[in-house]
């Protein structure tokens, strides 16, 4: 984790450089409660993570993601989250629905074309993202859902190791990533969760 923390920056958290053009959020949804983070992206793909934590409701996560305004180092104008994506991950949810038509559901009053479903996908794809449209509820039900929804279908492999290249890369390096001076080890744990072996 020393290594992974090497990766901080002298930016406080929730403060975006000025270099930043557009703000990402990533949620990622628990059994209870919402674990998300929020990047800075700038024109050249340079990164750095301004915010992170744990939500416990649906409308923490409306919160965060409609509401939240975060200040430029400049003091004078701040950034809203441009786009966000929220994993639909399945499970059992309360009174045997799926987390997943959890997340429609809330996707569908809520994502005001800033929030978008994404779902990981373990086999190879030709593009790392490409996106599907579900017209029904997963599960027992098989709900229609009228109009469709648009979830995006992420080669999970290939963002993994780019990724991972980033972390690697130097701040002369393209695309180097950062992290606030305020990152801790727990978030570094949630990195080194992963790992990569070979079948």
Not at 25 to 34: A, E, H
Not at 64 to 70: E, H, I, K, P, R
Not at 143 to 152: A, D, E, N, R
Not at 160 to 183: A, I
């Given at each position: 984790?020393?290594?992974?923390?090497?990766?901080?920056?002298?930016?406080?958290?929730?403060?975006?450089?000025?270099?930043?053009?557009?703000?990402?959020?990533?949620?990622?949804?628990?059994?209870?409660?919402?674990?998300?983070?929020?990047?800075?992206?700038?024109?050249?793909?340079?990164?750095?993570?301004?915010?992170?934590?744990?939500?416990?409701?649906?409308?923490?996560?409306?919160?965060?993601?409609?509401?939240?305004?975060?200040?430029?180092?400049?003091?004078?104008?701040?950034?809203?989250?441009?786009?966000?994506?929220?994993?639909?991950?399945?499970?059992?949810?309360?009174?045997?629905?799926?987390?997943?038509?959890?997340?429609?559901?809330?996707?569908?009053?809520?994502?005001?074309?800033?929030?978008?479903?994404?779902k990981g996908i373990s086999r190879p794809n030709p593009q790392k993202i490409r996106h599907?449209?579900?017209?029904?509820?997963?599960?027992?039900?098989?709900?229609?859902?009228?109009?469709?929804?648009?979830?995006?279908?992420?080669?999970?492999?290939?963002?993994?190791?780019?990724?991972?290249?980033?972390?690697?890369?130097?701040?002369?390096?393209?695309?180097?990533?950062?992290?606030?001076?305020?990152?801790?080890?727990?978030?570094?744990?949630?990195?080194?969760?992963?790992?990569?072996?070979?079948?």
């Open positions: 984790s020393a290594d992974i923390l090497k990766r901080k920056c002298e930016i406080k958290p929730g403060i975006v450089p000025d270099e930043a053009i557009v703000l990402t959020c990533g949620i990622d949804v628990q059994k209870m409660g919402f674990y998300y983070t929020v990047w800075a992206w700038s024109l050249n793909l340079e990164s750095w993570l301004i915010d992170y934590g744990f939500l416990v409701s649906w409308q923490d996560v409306g919160d965060l993601v409609f509401m939240t305004q975060y200040q430029r180092q400049d003091g004078k104008t701040s950034l809203p989250i441009w786009r966000a994506a929220v994993d639909t991950g399945g499970g059992v949810a309360d009174e045997g629905w799926s987390k997943t038509e959890e997340i429609y559901t809330w996707l569908r009053g809520n994502g005001r074309g800033v929030a978008w479903g994404i599907s449209v579900i017209d029904k509820m997963p599960g027992k039900t098989g709900q229609v859902i009228p109009g469709g929804i648009v979830i995006f279908l992420l080669d999970t492999d290939k963002l993994k190791e780019d990724f991972f290249w980033r972390l690697s890369n130097t701040d002369t390096d393209p695309q180097p990533m950062h992290f606030h001076s305020e990152t801790d080890e727990s978030y570094a744990k949630h990195i080194l969760a992963e790992e990569k072996r070979r079948k």
